[in-house]
């Protein structure tokens, strides 16, 4: 696959973008059309515009990176990177999510509201390395030496916590219109992106750091009442429901399934919804998130810094406060 289409303006006049237009960011990126028209929703007092700086180059990337299939739509093969890159174009106004993947829409439309911009930041990290476009390496190693030729000389300098890095050129103009890098290096804003992808070769354990200490405990003192009892039914859900699922296996799978088998089921379970919980409704910057804010946020499900959030959250919170422990 080209890495972009060819234009199909070739041979007709050249146009000039008005001063201030999404035409003119685009002339000042270089950007090469997909052969489709993208257009930005109308701007309302309800809705103001958000900036577009790196909407285009993020959706040029992801379009450039995903899979597709013979019949031009998306593909994510069940790669929780490229999932989250589908669930991007689809809210960036380019594409349906469909099972499988995305389908591109005839008519691209920007929306007066994007996506949250850590979202995509972070979806773009994963596409990045899902596609060896991005390749952290230790501190102290470029990738050059015995044993290393296969690997690409890092191009990105450490900072900020951040490892020195490989990123390849096509990654480059999303990367960079995020803010993540500058000047071949790590900003201070791409430290905790990088915390979401969690890269070995740094060894950020950020489950140490004050802001992730200080989130947790705000996480727990300013808990809205909606969540708190969100929380409340996911813990409690193993004790009420253990016997139901004993009978259930006992019935319908012929198991002689007991009550701590069933709890131990549960509560895996438990876990589950509850990480699933802080990955659509918690944000380190932000703390908890309104069910309007959630609608911006893209789901998120294997993120290492949400995971670890509830289960910081669940060890501190769940048996003091919301009696999930299950008595005998």
């Given at each position: 696959m080209a890495k972009r289409l060819g234009s199909s303006s070739e041979g007709k006049k050249a146009q000039t973008a008005l001063p201030g237009s999404l035409g003119e960011s685009l002339?000042?990126?270089?950007?090469?059309?997909?052969?489709?028209?993208?257009?930005?929703g109308k701007q309302t007092a309800r809705h103001p515009r958000t900036s577009t700086d790196w909407a285009v180059p993020v959706i040029e990337f992801f379009s450039f990176t995903l899979p597709r299939a013979p019949n031009g739509n998306w593909e994510h093969l069940s790669i929780a990177a490229h999932e989250v890159a589908c669930q991007a174009l689809a809210m960036l106004g380019q594409a349906t999510v469909i099972e499988g993947g995305a389908k591109p829409v005839s008519d691209p439309v920007l929306p007066a509201i994007l996506p949250r911009w850590d979202d995509v930041a972070t979806a773009v990290v994963w596409e990045a390395g899902q596609s060896g476009l991005l390749r952290y390496r230790r501190r102290g190693r470029t990738g050059l030496g015995k044993g290393s030729s296969r690997l690409p000389r890092a191009n990105i300098r450490a900072g900020y916590g951040c490892p020195p890095?490989?990123?390849?050129?096509?990654?480059?103009?999303?990367?960079?219109?995020?803010?993540?890098?500058?000047?071949?290096?790590?900003?201070?804003?791409?430290?905790?992106?990088?915390?979401?992808?969690?890269?070995?070769?740094?060894?950020?354990?950020?489950?140490?750091?004050?802001?992730?200490?200080?989130?947790?405990?705000?996480?727990?003192?300013?808990?809205?009442?909606?969540?708190?009892?969100?929380?409340?039914?996911?813990?409690?859900?193993?004790?009420?429901?253990?016997?139901?699922?004993v009978d259930f296996a006992r019935r319908y799978t012929h198991q002689d399934a007991t009550r701590q088998e069933a709890?131990?089921?549960?509560?895996?379970?438990?876990?589950?919804?509850?990480?699933?919980?802080?990955?659509?409704?918690?944000?380190?910057?932000?703390?908890?998130?309104?069910?309007?804010?959630?609608?911006?946020?893209?789901?998120?499900?294997?993120?290492?810094?949400?995971?670890?959030?509830?289960?910081?959250?669940?060890?501190?919170?769940?048996?003091?406060?919301?009696?999930?422990?299950?008595?005998?």
């Open positions: 002339d000042e990126i270089g950007f090469q059309p997909l052969g489709r028209r993208i257009t930005v890095a490989y990123l390849g050129v096509e990654a480059v103009p999303a990367v960079q219109s995020l803010g993540l890098i500058s000047d071949l290096g790590w900003t201070a804003a791409a430290e905790t992106i990088l915390w979401r992808d969690d890269p070995y070769e740094a060894g950020m354990n950020f489950a140490k750091d004050n802001r992730f200490i200080e989130a947790l405990y705000a996480a727990i003192s300013c808990m809205p009442k909606e969540i708190a009892m969100k929380i409340k039914d996911i813990a409690v859900m193993p004790g009420n429901e253990a016997a139901g699922l709890l131990l089921f549960l509560q895996d379970r438990s876990r589950r919804l509850l990480s699933d919980l802080f990955a659509k409704r918690w944000r380190l910057g932000d703390g908890w998130l309104s069910a309007e804010e959630s609608r911006r946020a893209l789901f998120l499900e294997l993120d290492p810094l949400s995971i670890q959030m509830s289960m910081d959250f669940g060890r501190i919170v769940a048996p003091r406060r919301l009696g999930c422990e299950v008595k005998e």
